[in-house]
């Protein structure tokens, strides 16, 4: 069940990011056939490959699970730009995304 998983869930975020089996595999450092290996059911990552996947696609193991969110890499970036601001700046912030809830629900 969880193998399943991680192989769909790899191959959902790859096909989000627009690059291919191969090119992940290059960008990741492995050779040609290590995505497809992953995504065809003929092997899983080990925990060092899998942390590299998790970065490559710029979120945690938590978000990798976490298939509830559409885009995890954009509410992560997100989450840590707001790190960075003072109270002012987050009422203001929360005051637009109240605004853009309210316009999405009507």
């Given at each position: 069940?969880y193998e399943?998983?991680?192989?769909?869930r790899?191959?959902q975020?790859?096909l989000k990011?627009?690059v291919?089996e191969?090119?992940?595999?290059?960008?990741?450092?492995?050779?040609?056939?290590?995505?497809?290996?992953?995504?065809?059911?003929?092997?899983?990552?080990?925990?060092?490959?899998?942390?590299?996947i998790?970065?490559?696609?710029g979120?945690?193991p938590?978000e990798?699970?976490?298939?509830?969110?559409e885009?995890p890499?954009?509410v992560?970036k997100?989450?840590?730009?707001l790190?960075?601001?003072?109270?002012?700046?987050l009422?203001l912030?929360l005051?637009h995304?109240?605004?853009?809830q309210?316009?999405?629900?009507?």
């Open positions: 069940m399943n998983f991680v192989r769909d790899i191959t975020l790859r990011k627009g291919s191969y090119q992940m595999s290059y960008d990741l450092g492995y050779s040609r056939g290590y995505v497809y290996n992953i995504s065809s059911g003929k092997a899983l990552p080990p925990m060092k490959g899998f942390f590299a998790c970065d490559y696609f979120i945690t938590a990798f699970f976490d298939d509830r969110r885009h890499e954009l992560a997100a989450l840590k730009s790190e960075t601001l003072d109270d002012s700046d009422i912030i005051g995304i109240n605004r853009l309210k316009d999405t629900s009507n």
